[in-house]
């Protein structure tokens, strides 16, 4: 079996290290653009300003074998599964959000708070029907 996964762009935060980003998607955060390379920029035609999207990621640098892990690595708390955790370090390193569109101009479109690294690579974007 094979298995072909397509970048469509990048996002852009102000975090540079793993020690400055949050362990969480903060509403209120600092503003981040989510960038699409042009060619996948006319997929956002009917997004606009006020919904709220889904978006999905890959987290690099990360340790694909760790299956019990400590929420954000204290000692005093019981082991969980990874899949009871939003760590990054798990055997398919995707990550998702749920944000609210600020703006969208030019194949960017700008939300708060993402929890990743700048130049995090993109993997798609869906409209939040809820």
């Not at 890959?58 to 074998?65: H, I, P, S």
């Not at 939300?111 to 809820?130: A, F, P, S």
Request: net charge negative; hydrophobic share 40%.
């Amino acid at each position: 079996m094979t298995f072909d996964l397509t970048f469509i762009g990048h996002i852009e935060t102000p975090y540079q290290s793993l020690d400055e980003c949050p362990n969480n998607i903060q509403a209120d955060g600092p503003l981040c653009a989510i960038v699409l390379d042009p060619r996948f920029a006319e997929g956002l035609l009917g997004l606009e300003a006020g919904q709220t999207i889904l978006v999905l990621y890959w987290l690099e640098g990360v340790d694909r074998n760790l299956l019990v892990q400590r929420r954000g690595g204290r000692c005093e708390e019981s082991p969980r599964g990874v899949f009871a955790l939003r760590s990054p370090h798990r055997p398919n390193p995707i990550a998702t959000a749920r944000v609210q569109i600020e703006a969208i101009t030019n194949g960017r479109i700008t939300v708060r708070g993402m929890d990743c690294l700048n130049g995090t690579k993109l993997i798609d974007i869906k409209l939040d029907t809820k």
